[in-house]
């Protein structure tokens, strides 16, 4: 019989790769005294090419593994599993919460102050083609409308460190050249490299009336009141402890998470999914 957790059992947070990064980082600025245990698939990167069903069935096998962890709560920090199988992650964590980018970016998105009832959204090929962020902005609001765009190549420009020079900048206003004449109130990153992107869009862009919406920033400050709604928060730690693993190549994954953090990570383990 496996024991329930308890408020001194980690965050478990993952993602297909070295995105969800931008998650763990503000997970530990809003819970300090959390410990986090993460995951990316770095030997199946990227999702967001992938069909809904390969998708879906890799994000129950990472699923798997963060409950054998014990973990307390799941945050899913991928757009693209967020539009793929949120349901069935929920499902098969069977009361343990779950929450994910997607209804976090939609209801920040959606509580803010709008003049054009307009929003606009970024993200991979597969969320942009599931409408996920509609219809979460639809359930919430339905007088809001939603302009989306697929970004594919953003990606690879934030894995390869390409966040912030020429090729990002002309990227980021070919991708975004659409949205430069709607009044957008607000700009929704929906997947969770592009925060990194965050400096280069917001000079694109602007436009001081369009909030970029930063959706790894919502889901921790989601994931902090979920957890002092169910008394949860742990109450013994001051420094949280930080595991994480990956499918496939620690090296290369560790130089770019200490990057993403602003710190060192002790070590980086593999964990065969196949």
């Known amino acids: 019989m496996s024991m329930k957790p308890t408020d001194s059992s980690p965050i478990g947070i993952f993602d297909s790769g070295i995105g969800g990064m931008t998650v763990v980082k503000s997970v530990m600025q809003e819970l300090p005294g959390e410990d986090i245990i993460y995951f990316g698939d770095t030997a199946r990167v990227p999702y967001g ?25 799941i945050l899913i920090a991928c757009n693209t599993v967020a539009a793929s199988a949120r349901q069935d992650i929920i499902a098969k964590a069977n009361g343990i919460p779950v929450l994910d980018v997607v209804l976090a970016g939609a209801k920040v998105a959606t509580d803010q102050q709008r003049k054009h009832n307009l929003i606009g959204v970024i993200g991979t090929l597969a969320t942009v083609g599931s409408g996920a962020y509609e219809q979460a902005i639809s359930k919430i609001n339905p007088q ?23 090729v990002a900048e002309r990227t980021v206003q070919i991708y975004l050249e659409d949205f430069l004449q709607k009044p957008l109130d607000s700009l929704i990153l929906g997947c969770t490299h592009y925060p990194l992107f965050k400096d280069t869009i917001r000079k694109v862009i602007n436009n001081p009336d369009t909030t970029i919406i930063d959706s790894a920033d919502s889901i921790a400050t989601m994931a902090r009141l979920h957890l002092e709604s169910t008394n949860m928060l742990n109450s013994k730690n001051i420094g949280g402890k930080f595991e994480c693993y990956v499918s496939d190549k620690p090296q290369r994954f560790q130089i770019l998470a200490e990057r993403f953090l602003g710190k060192t990570i002790n070590r980086v383990e593999v964990v065969n999914m196949r």
């Open 144 to 166: 809001i409308g939603v302009f989306s765009k697929a970004c594919p190549l953003l990606v690879p420009l934030a894995e390869e460190g390409w966040t912030e020079n020429d």
């Open 49 to 73: 090419t992938k069909s809904m069903d390969t998708v879906r069935e890799y994000a129950l096998q990472i699923t798997d593994f963060l409950l054998k962890k014990k973990v307390k709560m």
